[in-house]
Antibody, heavy 121, light 106 residues
Framework: QLQLQEAGPGLVKPSETLSLTCTVS??????????WGWIRQPPGRGLESLGT???????YYNPSLKTRVDMSVDTSKKQFSLKLSSVTAADTAIYYC?????????????WGQGTLVTVSS | SYELTQPPSVSVSPGQTASITCSGS??????VSWYQQKPDQSPLLVIY???QRPSGIPERMSGSNSGNTATLTISGTQALDEADYYC?????????FGGGTKLTVL
């Protein structure tokens, strides 16, 4: 069954780097039809995209987070990853990995279940 | 940066039609998607490319987009439609979301 699964620490200390990985199962990550992306949602608040990445490794980052975000893709492992540096309490959120349809203005047709990351000492 | 504006809340009676708007500059020139999110669940795509429904989404959900406003319309609203709804588009180099609308079925 096609699905995305996030993995990574649920607790990160302030000023450190948040690292998450998303594993794609049931389908190929090497598709020109899709981007792969990360979206977050602070508790009780709305959705924010951190960025997207193509299977070739070309990233597109949210300008408001650009200096702190790094995304990569490992096609051999069918995984893509997120690193967010210099985190603060404001980065506490549910982090979702997602599949975006390139030709549909990046509509997201597949979401991971989400993982809560808390920034606290 | 590009912004999408949604009303924070919309209320509707069961069986009636709910309309949720999403506003942005010349939004009609961009594709818009809509997502439904229920408590403790991941968002679900309900409309993409303004008017297209993914497989499994009921016909009573429809979309439109013209001028500066996109609209998600839910006909014959049911209690199970109560959720948060988000609009979304692309503004190079990033995905943009509206702030979300809480739909209450009274």
């Amino acid at each position: 069954q096609l699905q995305l699964q996030e993995a990574g620490p649920g607790l990160v200390k302030p000023s450190e780097t948040l690292s998450l990985t998303c594993t794609v199962s049931g389908d190929s990550i090497n598709s020109s039809t899709y981007y792969w992306g990360w979206i977050r949602q602070p508790p009780g608040r709305g959705l924010e995209s951190l960025g997207t990445i193509y299977y070739t490794g070309s990233p597109y980052y949210n300008p408001s987070l650009k200096t702190r975000v790094d995304m990569s893709v490992d096609t051999s492992k069918k995984q893509f990853s997120l690193k967010l540096s210099s985190v603060t309490a404001a980065d506490t959120a549910i982090y979702y990995c997602a599949r975006h349809i390139v030709m549909a203005a990046s509509a997201i047709d597949l979401w991971g279940q989400g993982t809560l990351v808390t920034v606290s000492s | 940066s590009y912004e999408l504006t949604q009303p924070p809340s919309v209320s509707v009676s069961p069986g009636q039609t709910a309309s949720i708007t999403c506003s942005g500059s010349k939004l009609g020139e961009r594709y818009v998607s809509w997502y439904q999110q229920k408590p403790d669940q991941s968002p679900l795509l309900v409309i993409y490319q303004d008017i297209q429904r993914p497989s499994g989404i009921p016909e009573r959900m429809s979309g439109s987009n013209s001028g500066n406003t996109a609209t998600l319309t839910i006909s014959g609203t049911q209690a199970l439609d109560e959720a948060d709804y988000y609009c979304q588009t692309w503004d190079t180099p990033t995905v943009v979301f509206g702030g979300g609308t809480k739909l209450t079925v009274l």
